[in-house]
């Protein structure tokens, strides 16, 4: 049973737009999130992380938002670039519970020219 | 060289064929990890090591064997694979295990193709 879920396995987005990833998770025990990014024939990079204390969190282009009563979190790309054209994995732990990161199946997104 | 390398970055092998994925990092981190990414599956963590002492081993088959000989440098060896072990090998490493639940660095994967 998938514990983080993202139910898109791509998205096509024009550039300049908003691109948004979703994930959902089911474990309320998780309390931190990640998501992280993979260009081919790379290993995935981390990109941009949130705990359950917040709501929001914001880095340049990037916010992920987390929604803890949903148990659902997104990442919102604004605008988007054709370098973010890539896989983009949703992840989670259990800080200080379980020495782990579970990763979704990954989004892959295409920003169109 | 920096951050996590892993070698060789394809492989392709028979099912009686014996072979090792080689991971090394330049972090100074204590911890390592092996991940299997099949296609159309999340990310599963197949192997944990802390200071050189696997502590987690995810009901992974046998036929997949790893060794730590140092914090540095991380080994899956294979051995008589089965085609549905054709996978992405992605090997990480964080500063220690505690931290490697929010911030663990990836290397960029063997593609291996057991034939």
């Known amino acids: 049973d998938q514990q983080v879920k993202q139910n898109s396995p791509s998205l096509s987005v024009q550039e300049g737009r908003i691109s948004i990833l979703n994930c959902d998770y089911t474990n309320s025990m998780f309390d931190y999130f990640l998501w992280y990014k993979k260009y081919p024939a790379e290993g995935p990079t981390f990109l941009i992380s949130i705990s359950s204390i917040k709501d929001k969190n914001e880095d340049g282009r990037f916010t992920v938002f987390l929604n803890k009563s949903a148990k659902h979190l997104s990442l919102h790309i604004v605008p988007s670039q054709p370098g973010d054209s890539a896989v983009y994995f949703c992840a989670a732990s259990a800080l200080g519970k379980d020495d782990k990161i579970i990763f979704g199946k990954g989004t892959r997104l295409h920003i169109l020219p | 060289e920096t951050g996590v390398t892993q070698t060789p970055r394809h492989l392709v092998m028979g099912m009686t064929n014996k072979k090792s994925l080689k991971c090394e990092q330049h972090l100074g981190h204590n911890a390592m990890y092996w991940y299997k990414q099949s296609a159309k599956k999340p990310l599963e963590l197949m192997f944990v090591?802390?200071?050189?002492?696997?502590?987690e081993n995810n009901s992974v088959p046998s036929r997949f064997s790893p060794e730590c000989p140092n914090s540095s440098h991380l080994f899956l060896h294979l051995h008589t694979l089965q085609p549905e072990d054709s996978a992405l090998y992605l090997c990480?490493?964080?500063?220690?295990?505690?931290?490697?639940?929010?911030?663990?660095?990836f290397g960029p994967g063997t593609r291996l193709t057991v034939t």
């Open positions: 990480a490493s964080s500063q220690d295990l505690s931290s490697g639940t929010y911030e663990q660095y």
């Open positions: 090591y802390s200071l050189e002492e696997r502590v």
